[in-house]
């Protein structure tokens, strides 16, 4: 066969001459900007001709710092067809975090959309590499002069440029072409460098009939930001497909939701429940014409139930799936088996889903064996395959914490079943080791949630002299509710195995939370470990 | 990304586990022989150690001679798993051409048909390098002792093997993992390696939405033979995507085609044309339940228009695909744009197909300029990509007559448009060289056949002094027409450009044929040099 590198200039070029026509659409708040595949195409020419004017050469990386849209389309395939690297920041990330990642990976170039200069303004100084800065569309440029680096336009930049540019085709498939940071809820972000070939390899995965199915019938909201594990590979498989997209830019509120989806009639959609949770409480109070969109595909946190079914009753159906920033990051897709039905067609669809033939899972017990594939046996998940990463960009080895004997530890807890579906239960480190086996603690802050007195509840693993560590259930009571902990605990022991039933109990006033408002249970930890936690022992009692 | 090599073995591992209840199912001529996936990882692992009893080792070459069923299915995926080359013998080649490709890659063991015994004992005593010969299922195998060679019942070889093998998942992805032979019309066939990494790519292709869609839902009829291309790629495609198969084994002609069809259920086909003919005359004859099948797709030669409208009529939508023993086969798939209509829906529906991301393609036009992707530009189409071979087996460089620069010259004519589809109008060795500018064989003989008097009309270039090739069109009239070479001509006239209507033109009371029915111009071309041809010359006269 021809040696005939997977390098995404053939991506850049296939998109905008076969599907020239295609067309990307961009919300403006009133309606959509339409550019077609074509002028993408030439926009990202006259792109890379202006960056390399402002110095860009080899291997050198151009960040981001877009909302979803058009220009940042062009970004997408410009800079790595170039042979540079892209590294879109996550403007969500804290200050300290983004400037860590800039730093790291030394960005040469930043790109920031006019509406976001406020929030990069004041970041801007502490990136020590960026020598330019590009502002696309309007927007008042002068917060950014402090830093004392020169501010392009971004249409000044490249207005004048030619429509063509000497691509580059050849070099190596494994080349990195674009960078994301993973945003642990602890620590540092951890940089993950994705190559041609896996952005390749993981576009024909999304292009599969039983994962994405992106083919040019397709036009998908794309409301996962671009600046989040490369917006899902969407992107770059919509060019190597003919799929259209549907950029909402900033808009990502429920009305400016719903409105585009009436006005711009995509097919598809992707984004993490909370976006779907908001837009199902508008749709519902809001009549809105839907009939186009027929599926979305939901992921990076666990998609409930009842969001689902909420969604069937508009016609759309939520198709769950597993991934990381670390896993490009497709590594499960929740399709039940064709033949299914009831609970066990829920089942299937409210799994993390099935890997595809290029991810390989497995569960490692907590005595470190390989777990068989049971559906029961519970440990941490691991991954391999060709768009799982092998290594973090702050470290030229596999740190031994997170990669195993080639294997990526995902920190994930669960369960895989014999037909490879993943059923994640817990994170790692919020998981219980006691006595050799693994309590789910999100399975109890459920099962106690399900009690009419329980508002929140939190579960952490707390040191036992006998167990090594055992569970501590942190309860918030509704108001004006009671419960004692040994109604709680007889009310968990019909519904979990005795050796699981916590001995530990508190009550909060509130369960601590993340800036994200997620449970912060190193908090509670802590708090147990200073004695600050008024703490019934049932088993002492 | 982590460093992991595209191999089969993965492939075998993961349709047999994750997708362990698809089915492969064999008509037996009464009914479907169902294997599942499972029983097949099982059975190629019974075979993987069977054949290392036999003595392959390292990659060793394990040549079939089988029709499509679930024992070559095991042979498929066990052979290139335990790191040897599978290579399926076209059981339709003349003696001299499977005895040549069989020794010039070695083959070392062959499997063997219990039906196909009575084909291969001829030929068995000239496979110099074969040492063993494996007997799939019954059948008389006195006939195969004159070889002298150890012959094995396939049951007795694998039956006592373990249900498990070492398989090799390291070794570069390049290596290859299978051989077809491309069966030319004039000369010794050329033989193809396919590596693990191209086998790999392509089944992601044909998982792909926009080609075959090939998913868990998915059952094919694959009556395309599985030692022809691959069998357009469909068995690997299947196990990575647990799309389940239906194989008819030696039952191919019409009435079983049918039988299967409504007894097995399939959702999906592919053949060449001839296949479907047959088929679609049968259904108009006999009512016959072909509810679950919705597409087949269709390639190894043009298919007419009339075929996919009578197949439009039972709900079977015709699906043109184009490519090549060298182009593993896709190269291209015939679905139009979304919301064409008309004729235009059926320009794009009979052309060739459009291309994928992974296929680059060019037309080269008759001075060796790379011509405009305008749809009106005749010229050979080359093409290039990660499962286009870039050599043939009987050299190690290659073949200048055959690549060019890195791209495969197919030795087809026809236009690329800007959408990228191609429309292939004859073969590069029929085309006719007039002043510079390329005549379409095919299209003068289809003009031709139009009108009411002629029955055939084989149309050929000859020599030109001025010229330096013209068409001399040969005529097969109708049983009692009579037409005069100008009223052909005049006919023509309307039909076509000026400089392109033939001078020279004969009657014969049949156009000479193949072995396999196709118009054997060289033998015209023979009889006009030889002068052995009465040929009026309107020029002249």
Redesign the interface.
């Known amino acids: 066969?021809?040696?005939?590198p997977?390098r995404l200039s053939?991506?850049l070029d296939?998109?905008s001459?076969?599907?020239?026509?295609t067309e990307i659409l961009t919300w403006t708040g009133s309606g959509a900007r339409t550019t077609t595949n074509a002028e993408i195409g030439r926009l990202a020419a006259r792109l890379a001709n202006g960056l390399r004017e402002l110095g860009v050469r080899g291997d050198d990386r151009v960040a981001t710092f877009c909302w979803n849209n058009a220009e940042h389309m062009a970004a997408y395939l410009a800079v790595p067809a170039m042979g540079a690297v892209l590294h879109p920041l996550n403007i969500r990330l804290p200050a300290d975090h983004l400037a860590y990642s800039a730093n790291q990976v030394a960005d040469k170039v930043v790109l920031v959309d006019g509406t976001l200069i406020p929030a990069l303004a004041p970041i801007l100084p502490r990136l020590s590499t960026v020598e330019h800065v590009v502002v696309i569309g309007d927007g008042d440029a002068e917060p950014l002069a402090a830093a004392g680096k020169p501010v392009h336009r971004f249409d000044e930049l490249t207005g004048a440029q030619p429509d063509t540019f000497d691509w580059q085709y050849d070099g190596d498939e494994?080349d990195a072409a674009a960078i994301c940071y993973s945003s642990g809820t602890v620590g540092l972000p951890k940089g993950v460098?994705?190559?041609h070939?896996?952005i390749w390899?993981h576009s024909?995965?999304i292009?599969?009939?039983?994962s994405f199915?992106?083919?040019?019938?397709?036009r998908s909201l794309v409301v996962v930001p671009m600046f989040h594990v490369m917006a899902w590979g969407m992107p770059h498989a919509a060019?190597?497909?003919?799929a259209g997209l549907l950029m909402p830019d900033r808009f990502l509120t429920p009305e400016p939701l719903a409105a585009m989806i009436a006005a711009a009639k995509p097919t598809h959609g992707a984004a993490v429940p909370s976006i779907w949770t908001g837009l199902l409480a508008y749709l519902n109070a809001h009549p809105t014409d839907t009939s186009t969109l027929k599926e979305v595909v939901v992921g990076g946190s666990a998609c409930p139930e009842s969001l689902m079914r909420g969604f069937d009753e508009h016609g759309i159906r939520i198709v769950h799936a597993w991934g990381m920033t670390e896993t490009s990051p497709l590594g499960s897709i929740a399709?039940p088996?064709?033949g299914v039905t009831g609970d066990e067609l829920w089942r299937y669809r409210l799994s993390q889903g099935?890997?595809p033939?290029?991810v390989?899972a497995r569960i490692v017990a907590p005595d470190g064996s390989v777990a068989p594939?049971d559906g029961q046996t519970v440990g941490e998940l691991e991954v391999?395959?060709?768009?799982?990463?092998?290594r973090y960009l702050d470290s030229d080895e596999p740190d031994p914490d997170r990669f195993d004997d080639?294997w990526?530890r995902t920190g994930d807890v669960g369960t895989l079943s014999?037909?490879?579906y993943l059923t994640l239960t817990d994170r790692a480190k919020d998981v219980i080791k006691s006595g050799g086996e693994w309590i789910s603690s999100v399975e109890l802050e459920n099962h106690l949630m399900a009690h009419p007195a329980v508002l929140e509840a939190a579960v952490v693993g707390v040191p036992d002299a006998k167990w090594e560590e055992r569970p501590l259930a942190s309860v918030v009571l509704r108001d004006g509710a009671s419960a004692t902990p040994e109604e709680l605990r007889d009310f968990l022991a019909d519904r979990i195995p005795h050796w699981q039933l916590p001995e530990r109990w508190t009550f909060l006033t509130e369960v601590p939370k993340t800036t994200v408002g997620k449970f912060d249970k190193k908090v509670i930890r802590r708090q147990y470990a200073d004695g600050d936690l008024a703490v019934r022992n049932l088993k002492e009692s």
């Open positions: 066969m021809q040696e005939w997977l053939h991506v296939y998109g001459t076969v599907h020239a026509d494994t460098a994705y190559s070939r896996s390899l024909m995965q292009a599969s009939a039983g199915g992106f083919a040019p019938a397709t060019f190597m497909t003919g399709r088996p064709a099935q890997i033939a290029s390989q594939r391999a395959g060709p768009w799982i990463t092998g080639g990526l014999a037909d490879g």
